[in-house]
């Protein structure tokens, strides 16, 4: 209302301005009438303070409407703010779960490859151990091997040693019993007649011990003392003391 009246006013004086300039310069006419312009004037002076007066209440009244207004579209915006917001934020945790879901596949698949690493190196390191064991027993059955195949190379070499040591002290009885042999027939043959082959003869070829001295060699021959093999027969397997008993054991007297 205020407005309206303000506008009114702004009309009439401008209307009253107009007559009352006109009328100075034009006189006579009734229609630009001096008085009647500065009533006008004046009345419209009035107005516009009434309507100055009036217009402040009139947008005072006025303003909360605006306001409320407003307050309805910030309202607005900022529940759509907020439902943006949300619906970011929701977006923002559903990226989130799915990168927190993918890390977590990631590191299981991660986690599960390296236990599989760690199943294959304790598998592997069982199995080293494993080949090592067999190694060190292959080794140590080797050595016990050799061991035992030295010892009984030493056991063999000490066998045989022995057995020609005991050769070689058979042989050096044998040549000491021949040496006494040959040494009791000498004697023999000093103390004693030389022999004949007469198979009925009843002479006895003894050595100063008693033992007989006739000679059984292994070809069935048998050589009395002086003969001519007498000396050279060395395989004697046999001694008789008469060439009876000689005969009696199957000999036969030598040609010589």
Same mark, same amino acid.
């Given at each position: 209302?205020?407005?309206?009246? /303000? ?5 009439? &004086? ?10 100075? /310069? ?6 630009? =009438?001096? +008085? ?8 419209? /002076? ?19 409407? *605006? ?25 923002? !945790?559903?990226?989130?779960? +799915? %990168? ?13 490859? %390296? ?55 058979? =042989?050096?009885?044998?040549?000491? @019993? ?11 043959? !000093? ?6 082959? @007469?198979?009925?003869?009843?002479? !006895?070829? *003894? @050595? ?27 395989? *004697?397997?046999?001694? &008789? ?14 040609? =010589?």
């Amino acid at each position: 209302m205020g407005t309206f009246l /303000f506008l009114i006013a702004f009309l009439g &004086f401008f209307y009253a301005l107009v007559m009352l300039i006109l009328g100075i /310069f034009i006189r006579g006419k009734k229609l630009f =009438r001096p +008085k009647l312009n500065l009533i006008i004037l004046g009345g419209t /002076f009035v107005l516009a303070i009434i309507g100055a007066t009036m217009a402040p209440t009139t947008q005072t009244a006025a303003e909360p409407k *605006v306001e409320t207004k407003s307050e309805e579209v910030q309202k607005d915006k900022l529940a759509k703010e907020q439902e943006e917001a949300k619906q970011k934020l929701e977006k923002e !945790q559903a990226e989130l779960k +799915k %990168e927190q879901e993918k890390l977590a596949k990631i590191q299981a698949e991660q986690l599960k490859k %390296e236990q599989a690493q760690l199943a294959k190196d304790k598998a592997l390191a069982e199995q080293k151990a494993k080949d090592l064991k067999i190694q060190q027993e292959q080794q140590a059955k080797l050595e016990a091997e050799q061991k035992a195949a030295q010892i009984a190379e030493k056991e063999k070499a000490a066998e045989e040693a022995q057995k020609a040591k005991e050769k070689e002290e058979q =042989r050096q009885q044998a040549l000491k @019993d021949q040496q006494e042999r040959e040494k009791q027939e000498a004697q023999a043959k !000093q103390a004693s007649p030389p022999a004949s082959n @007469d198979g009925g003869s009843g002479n !006895q070829y *003894v @050595d100063s011990n008693g033992q007989g001295t006739i000679k059984g060699s292994v070809n069935g021959i048998y050589h009395l003392p002086g003969g001519t093999y007498y000396n050279r027969t060395k395989n *004697v397997v046999a001694w &008789f003391k008469t060439t009876a008993e000689a005969e009696a054991a199957g000999y036969r007297p030598s040609e =010589r």
